[in-house]
C-alpha cells in the first residue's frame, strides 16, 4: 500500500484549502489507497481534488477532465462532478463533487426498489455516455480485455492456490486460458466511449437521492460490457432493459462478470487487505467453480 508522507499532505492539503477557499472549519478527508492519485474530500464530496502518483497518471487525468467536460455535470437523473480546478501539466484536478456515501458501502442494505431505481438511472445514463464522440481516447480490443484478465489471474494464483484444490485451480486455470478467451472472441464487440471502471465503488448515492458517477481516469473506447460488469443482480437487469440491451450484450456483460475477481485481485493482495482477498475468492468460486459454464 502506497502512503504519503506528512510533509507531502500538508503542502497538498494547503493548496487544497487555498484553491477552494475553504474556512478552519470545512473537513478535509484523504483517500491514500488509490494506486494512481491520492484524494483529498472536501466535506462528503462537495468538493475534491486529485494528486497524481505517477506520470502516466498525469496523462489520464488528461481524458478525465475532457469527458467530465463533455459530459456537463450530468443528465440531470445521475450526476458527474463538475471540473473548476486544474493544475499546470496536470499536477492537480479538482472538481465540485457530489455530497453522499459511497455506494459500495451500502448497496446490500438497500431495498431492490431502490436498487432497480438506481440501475434504470444508470442504464439512461450510460446511453448517453456511449454516445459522445471523444478522439483520441485509448482503445481496447477484446483481445486487449482478455489479456488483462489472465495477466491478473496468473500474477495471482501463487497467492490463492491454498484456498482452492488441485482440481478447482486446474478449472479456473482452464477457464481463463480457454474458456473466457473463447466466449469474449466469440461474442465479438461493439466499442463505445467507457467510463471503463463503473464498479460501485466509483458510484455515489447523493444525499438527495440521485446517483452520481465519479472516477473517469479509466475512460476509454471499449466494448460497452465493461460498463455494466460491475452491477449485479435487480441494478444490472435494470440498467440493461433501460439501456435497450440485446441477449448479446447480456452474454457479453455475464462472461466478463465471471472474470471479474481476478481484476481486483492483485489490488486487495498488493494491500495486504485479506478480507478482499477473502471477497474476491469467494466470488470466484460462485462465478467459476460453482457456476454454470
Known amino acids: ?44 464530496g462537495l468538493i475534491v481534488f486529485k494528486f497524481p502518483r505517477t506520470s502516466v497518471a498525469r496523462v489520464a487525468y488528461a481524458n478525465e477532465i475532457e469527458i467530465m467536460r463533455q459530459l456537463d455535470g450530468g443528465d440531470g437523473v445521475t450526476l458527474v462532478p463538475v471540473v473548476e480546478w486544474v493544475g499546470p501539466e496536470h499536477s492537480y484536478l479538482g472538481y465540485r463533487g457530489i455530497v453522499g456515501r459511497q455506494l459500495g458501502r451500502i448497496a446490500s ?38 489479456a488483462e484478465f489472465t495477466r491478473k489471474f496468473t500474477a495471482s494464483q501463487d497467492a490463492i492456490a491454498a484456498e482452492f484444490t488441485g482440481s478447482e485451480m486446474a478449472r479456473l ?26 464498479g460501485l465503488f466509483n458510484m455515489v ?41 440485446s441477449e448479446r450484450l447480456r452474454a457479453k456483460v455475464d462472461i466478463r462478470t465471471r472474470a471479474l475477481p481476478a481484476l481486483d485481485l492483485p489490488f486487495y493482495l498488493g494491500k495486504g487487505d485479506a478480507a478482499g482477498v477473502a471477497n474476491c475468492v469467494a466470488r470466484l468460486r460462485a462465478t467459476v467453480i460453482d457456476g454454470a459454464g
Not at 109 to 114: G, I, K, S, V
Open 1 to 44: 500500500m502506497q502512503e504519503t508522507s506528512a510533509v507531502t499532505r500538508a503542502r497538498e492539503i494547503a493548496l487544497v484549502r487555498s484553491l477552494a477557499q475553504l474556512q478552519d472549519d470545512d473537513d478535509i478527508n484523504i483517500d491514500d489507497e488509490g494506486w494512481d492519485s491520492r484524494v483529498y474530500i472536501v466535506n462528503r
Open 109 to 146: 442494505a438497500l431495498p431492490d426498489a431502490d436498487r432497480i431505481r438506481i440501475g434504470h438511472d444508470l442504464g439512461q445514463f450510460l446511453t448517453v455516455l456511449h454516445g459522445v464522440e471523444f478522439d483520441g481516447l485509448p482503445t481496447r480490443t477484446v483481445a486487449d480485455e482478455i
Open 205 to 245: 448515492l447523493g444525499d438527495d437521492g440521485r446517483i452520481g458517477v465519479i472516477d473517469f481516469g479509466d475512460v476509454s473506447v471499449v466494448d460497452q460490457a465493461k460498463d455494466f460488469m460491475g452491477l449485479d443482480g435487480v441494478m444490472l437487469t435494470a440498467a440493461l432493459e433501460t439501456y435497450g440491451g
Open 173 to 198: 486455470d482452464e477457464f481463463f486460458s480457454a474458456r473466457l478467451p473463447e466466449r469474449m472472441h466469440g461474442l465479438g464487440s461493439e466499442p463505445r466511449v467507457c467510463h471503463g471502471d463503473l
